[in-house]
């Protein structure tokens, strides 16, 4: 089952004991029924302003600041590995609205503006500490392949996983991608230029 879990009561507070709680509760009842999750933690579904087109114009209020954010990782860190048996796939998270990593007031948003090379070494930050949120033997799905290819300096699609280094457990085995908007138009946002994003998704030989 997919658990979404919002964290917007805590953008300028750590996480309190009650919450982990709530969420230490809610894997048990998914360990207890016999289900495995994905899981995504997030601060915020909701914006006060759009554009002439709808897009939603800052600030997002997307997350807390990237110190506070990363002792929140620190937190569940604890209830995440010790549930590492009943977590099929974490998703990347944290930041953005939905947190789907795009609409940020710190990490950027390059639909205004050029991502800064400081906001992308803290969105791969970021994605290092939910790597460490599981075992080595679970996953983390990204939303876009090109943060993938920025963190790693990578190639579109060449430099996609192959079947022999699939199953590794290094940090490019380990982070994937989830299927928001993988069946929509080409002209869609997430999957703009779909000659070299979608086959970096695909099997290689």
């Known amino acids: 089952m997919f658990r979404y879990f919002y964290l917007d009561s805590f953008l ?26 994905i899981i995504r933690f997030a601060y915020t579904d909701q914006y006060s302003k759009v554009d002439g087109f709808g897009s939603p114009i800052p600030p997002f209020m997307d997350s807390p600041s ?33 947190s789907e990593n795009y ?4 990490y950027g948003c390059e639909f205004f503006e050029p991502v800064t090379n ?3 070494l803290l969105r791969k930050e970021v994605t290092d500490h939910v790597l460490d949120m599981v075992q080595e033997d679970r996953m983390v799905s990204l939303r876009y392949p090109l943060l993938k290819k920025e963190f790693y300096d990578l190639s579109l699609p060449n430099d996609s996983i192959t079947l022999n280094t699939a199953h590794l457990s290094d940090d490019l085995a380990r ?26 998704l695909g099997d290689r030989k």
Do not use: M
């Open 66 to 98: 990237h110190e506070l954010l990363l002792q929140h990782i620190e937190q569940l860190s604890q209830l995440t590995l010790s549930n590492s048996d009943i977590i099929l796939i974490i998703q990347n998270g944290f930041w953005g609205i939905w």
């Open 118 to 120: 400081e906001q992308w």
């Open 12 to 37: 300028n507070t750590p996480i309190t004991e009650s919450f982990l709680d709530r969420i230490s509760n809610d894997f048990d009842l998914i360990r207890n029924a016999g289900l495995k999750c």
């Open 103 to 106: 609409y940020s007031d710190v």
């Open 175 to 200: 982070l994937g991608g989830h299927n928001d908007c993988f069946s929509v138009a080409d002209n869609d946002y997430t999957f703009d230029d779909t000659l070299t994003k979608k086959p970096f």
